[in-house]
């Protein structure tokens, strides 16, 4: 329950930042937000290292393959591009979309790690599209009418 | 085209999740906190040196837009403890749950100056449809 409870408060949180980082990207430049998003997201992970203080070997770091160091260069490259899609799109929209590439390329990780094909998962996946894809349909008819 | 770019950056997202994730598993929570962020910060100051970007400290602004960054910390360690007991596609269905909401409630209630969008009742059907499909992905 608590790995459900910090997922769900993990998403809620990305939807702020998204708005927090594109207002600041319309005053200040694209490249310049981000340089302060990453700045204060350092400074925050080494007060909290600070705190928590893990202990590390240093043969840890060899036994970790190279792509797991490179999740900071593909989170760039989200706040960079979800800074250009934020301003184009309604939040519910952006977030449907950005939704189906998450979840699916998810699901496929989740195939290659486990080396099964997680029916649950497919299935209770399209459900979910099916439900968003629903709302997406309320939302644009009633931009119609209006 | 922005529809394929969000495409793009959710897809990103993921193979972002199982890389921090990865890392998180080695290094411990922390450290590899430090680690994600040090790798993004210098991935920006490659970019800020290749374009000739200059900062500035632009004064006037409310110092709560600089707070994405912060938070966003939150998610990163959140999503790494998830990693090592759910996997991945669990985590991204129940985050993308808090996304929806949280979405739905900004549109509705215009938080932060966004425009105000009236939460239309039938997206009740939507939302508990995508519920269930969460649920069946999450305890089936």
Known sequence: MFFILISIAAGAIVVIARILNTRLYEKIGLIESSFFNYFTGLLSSLILLAIFKDTITLGAFGHIPFWAYLGGILGVSVVISSSIVTPKMSTFYITLIIFIGQLFTGILIDCVALKTIPSAKIIGGLLVVAGLAYNLYVDSSAKDTV | ?140
């Open chain 2, 1 to 140: 085209m922005y529809n394929v770019l969000s495409l793009l950056i959710g897809a990103i997202i993921a193979i972002m999740l199982a890389f921090n994730g990865e890392l998180s598993k080695g290094l411990g929570n922390y450290f590899s906190l430090v680690i994600i962020h040090l790798v993004g910060f210098t991935t920006i100051l490659v970019l800020m040196f290749y374009k000739k970007i200059k900062i500035s400290f632009k004064n006037g602004l409310p110092l709560y837009l600089y707070s994405a960054g912060a938070i966003s910390v939150f998610t990163v360690m959140f999503n790494n403890f998830s990693y090592a007991a759910l996997g991945v596609s669990i985590p991204i269905a129940l985050g993308l749950l808090g996304q929806i909401i949280t979405s739905l409630a900004f549109d509705h209630y215009g938080f932060l100056g966004m425009p105000k969008i009236h939460f239309n009742k039938k997206k009740l059907i939507g939302l508990l449809i995508i519920i269930i499909g969460i649920s069946i992905m999450t305890f089936l």
